[in-house]
Every structure is written in C-alpha cells, then in structure tokens.
C-alpha cells in the first residue's frame, strides 16, 4: 500500500516536474526548441530589447538566417534588429523573409510547433514555400494618409498569403479561408498557432484588408495581445 502511494507521488511529481520546465515557467529563458508555452509569448517579448540573444536563439536550433544590415530610411521607417530568414528544412519564404529578429524567432516557433505539424496532419506532405505579401514598407496603417505608423515601418510584421506544399498543391488565404474542407481548418490553425507567438494576429476574420493574408506583428494594444 505505502509503495503504491510513492509510486503514485513520483508519477505525480515527474508530471509536474515535465510542466514546469517547458515553456509554462516565467523564469526558464527562451529556447526555440521549446513546445510553445503561457509564457512564450512574454518572454519573446524581451526580445525586443536584445538583438544577439535573439540571434543566439536561432542559432541554437540550427535555423538558417543572416543579419540585415541597419536601415534608417526616416524618423518613422527603418530598422536596426532585422534578419532575413533562409532556406528553413527546404522550406523558404517568398519574397524573403526580411523582418526584426523578435519576428523571427516567432515565426521559426510557429514553423516548428504549428505549420509542419498541420501540414503533416492535414495534407501528409511538407511546406515548401510560405507566399508572403512583404514585411518591411515604410507606411502607415492600411496604406492610410495620416495615423499611426504601421509596424511594417520598423519590419516588425509579415503579411503572410499561400503555402506551397511538396505534393504541389498550394493553400492560400483568399481561396480556402472559407473552403468546406481541411483546407480551411488549416489555415484557421495557422492563425490560432500564430497567435500563441505573435502581438498581434490578424485573418480575414478581422477586416476586408485582411481577405487574402494572415498578418503577424510582434506588438501588443495595451500589454495584451490580439487575435481576431
Ligand atoms: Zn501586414
């Protein structure tokens, strides 16, 4: 009987020692190879402020990126934390990818935790191309006159539009975002998925703008995050 309850305390406590030291702790520091956690999003956060650790953390899962030299193009536009993401597991960004490296390190947890996960679940093939709409452009919110600037401004952001897969098929956001089929369960896990590591995420369920991409930026409205 007394055995039985020790065994019973270890089980219990190997669980709880697993939960702990994922992504679930606000103290253990931020690893891509991670499962994403309640804390991931906090802790990418810090990345702002800390451009080689960023770095560090794609290094260490083996991610191929390169620096992007600084570009100050006015007051509002420019960026001095970029890096472009490379040729990924055969899978590449097209255009490239050039975005701030907290961006980054966001979109290589997605890729990791969401995106070849789902395309496995869904299609059983490989994401060979993620179709962007762009990321860096000096501009306001919605291409407006006035207003605030976009967070594009500063690369802080990617306009994401299609997903090639190995088999050749090719998902995009404006023809099966309201497919009747797994196409549109994938997508919609994308925008899920992207929220857990992004800011703010924005989908065709947010506005007409947004009818044919998924946008993804590392800022927050008020210290919370937004999913629509
Ligand atoms: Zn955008």
């Known amino acids: 009987m ?4 020790i065994v019973l305390l270890l089980a219990i406590g190997l669980r709880g020692y697993e939960w702990i030291s ?3 702790t606000p103290w253990a520091p931020l690893s891509l190879a991670d499962p994403i956690g309640s804390f991931t999003l906090r802790k990418i956060d810090t990345l702002s402020d800390d ?9 260490n899962v083996g991610r191929n990126f390169s620096p992007l030299p600084p570009v100050e193009q006015n007051a509002n536009c420019g960026y001095d934390n970029g890096v472009a993401l490379e040729n990924g597991e055969g899978m590449v960004y097209s255009p490239a990818a050039r975005i701030s490296c907290p961006v980054a390190a966001a979109l290589v947890l997605w890729e990791r935790q969401i995106l070849r996960p789902a395309a496995f679940k869904y299609f059983g093939a490989k994401v060979e191309e993620v179709v962007t709409y762009g990321s860096y452009s000096c501009r306001r919110i919605n291409n407006a006159n006035e207003g605030n600037y976009s967070e594009h401004a500063t690369a802080n952001a990617i306009d994401i539009a299609a997903f090639r897969l190995s088999d050749g098929r090719t998902i ?8 009747a089929d797994e196409k549109s369960a994938f997508l919609k896990e994308m925008r899920s998925g992207a929220c857990e590591v992004f800011g703010t995420t924005l989908s065709p369920d947010y506005n007409a703008a947004h009818a044919d991409h998924l946008h993804l930026d590392q800022a927050r409205r008020g210290g919370w995050s937004f999913c629509r």
Do not use: K, M, P
């Open 51 to 59: 451009y080689a650790l960023c770095q560090s953390l794609l290094e």
């Open 22 to 24: 994922s992504a679930n």
């Open 2 to 5: 007394r055995l039985i309850f």
């Open 172 to 179: 995009s956001v404006a023809g099966h975002w309201n497919s």
